[in-house]
């Protein structure tokens, strides 16, 4: 079993900033990548940033130059810190992890996700 648990999410007003984290714990052998994505009411889900294990990061256009991920490789900790928040990008965030487990079985887990919602 392999666990992703996030934290962080709440209300900001638009412009403020805002930290998510979130640590993977379990049968985890090795972590290739983690990222963060999030879905709207009424909208697939999209990729906000991942990271690999060599710290090479991949932002979605929309969030370049504000957003900014980071990784603990040795906690199995992603964090992203949020800047110059607009109301549009009011979702729920998930975390996602891939690499392997013990085993060698894949690894694909996805967290519960947090709230974050930007409104004055």
């Known amino acids: 079993q392999v666990q992703l648990v996030e934290s962080g999410g709440g209300l900001v007003q638009p412009g403020g900033s805002l930290r998510l984290s979130c640590t993977a714990s379990?049968?985890?052998?090795?972590?290739?990548?983690m990222g963060w994505y999030r879905q709207a009411p009424g909208n697939q889900r999209e990729l906000v940033a991942v990271i690999t294990s060599g710290d090479s990061t991949n932002y979605a256009d929309s969030v370049k130059g504000r957003f900014t991920i980071s990784r603990d490789n040795a906690k199995n900790t992603v964090n992203l810190q949020m800047n110059s928040l607009k109301p549009e990008e009011t979702a729920v965030y998930y975390c996602?992890?891939?690499?392997?487990?013990?085993?060698?079985?894949?690894?694909?887990?996805w967290g519960q996700g947090t709230l974050v919602t930007v409104s004055s």
């Open positions: 996602n992890a891939v690499g392997k487990r013990a085993w060698g079985f894949p690894l694909d887990a």
């Open positions: 379990g049968s985890i052998f090795s972590i290739d990548a």
